[in-house]
T-cell receptor, first 113, second 112 residues
Framework: DTEVTQTPKHLVMGMTNKKSLKCEQH?????MYWYKQKAKKPPELMFV???????INESVPSRFSPECPNSSLLNLHLHALQPEDSALYLC????????????FGPGTRLTVT | GEDVEQSLFLSVREGDSSVINCTYT??????LYWYKQEPGAGLQLLTY?????DMKQDQRLTVLLNKKDKHLSLRIADTQTGDSAIYFC????????????FGTGTRLLVSP
């Protein structure tokens, strides 16, 4: 199994809603990542988890709250988002944070109204 | 700055070769990568090259690296319509972990 899965595929939420994005991998990878990709732009790193602990936060606003409940699962909790947060949110995993190969999921397309 | 530059668009005919270029920023980058993104999908790692190599060939893909000019290229031989996608180069920044910094992306359109 070399797959990273993400749910939901699409999400529309209002600025007062609370929602969560979910990412799962069963490759035994111990590093997991959240990226944000705006339209026609490259992905930008948001968070890195290593062995279920947050190791990198790229100055992301607190309305995005990551969580890694176990080694296979990564969540991104969303609260009080702004329309400019609309983007494709990509999850990735790798064997470890020094591994050169990151496997990406298909992404969740988020629209904030 | 951390801008990794690519040309925006490339159009080729099926069967031709495609060459996508990238100029990166960090001369100490350990690995350089090429990713493919199809519409509405995530990123697929196509190939990578270690910084002490000049060239890497992998089936239809050839990667050339010019460290002096910080220039990376991806050649796709016998380009097919299924190769139409956005191609991102990426460098790994030396930040204590493999932080990927992606290029601006090149949209490749292959016409029959």
């Amino acid at each position: 199994d070399t797959e990273v899965t993400q749910t939901p595929k699409h999400l529309v939420m209002g600025m007062t809603n609370k929602k969560s994005l979910k990412c799962e991998q069963h490759m035994g990878h111990r590093a997991m990542y959240w990226y944000k990709q705006k339209a026609k732009k490259p992905p930008e790193l948001m968070f890195v988890y290593s062995y279920e602990k947050l190791s990198i936060n790229e100055s992301v606003p607190s309305r995005f709250s990551p969580e890694c409940p176990n080694s296979s699962l990564l969540n991104l909790h969303l609260h009080a988002l702004q329309p400019e947060d609309s983007a494709l949110y990509l999850c990735a995993s790798s064997l470890g944070t020094f591994s050169y190969e990151q496997y990406f999921g298909p992404g969740t397309r988020l629209t904030v109204t | 700055g951390e801008d990794v530059e690519q040309s925006l668009f490339l159009s080729v005919r099926e069967g031709d070769s495609s060459v996508i270029n990238c100029t990166y920023t960090d001369s100490s980058s350990t690995y350089l990568y090429w990713y493919k993104q199809e519409p509405g999908a995530g990123l697929q790692l196509l190939t990578y090259i270690f910084s002490n190599m000049d060239m890497k060939q992998d089936q239809r893909l050839t990667v050339l690296l010019n460290k002096k000019d910080k220039h990376l290229s991806l050649r796709i031989a016998d380009t097919q319509t299924g190769d139409s996608a956005i191609y991102f180069c990426a460098e790994s920044m030396n930040t204590g972990f493999q932080k990927l910094v992606f290029g601006t992306g090149t949209r490749l359109l292959v016409s029959p």
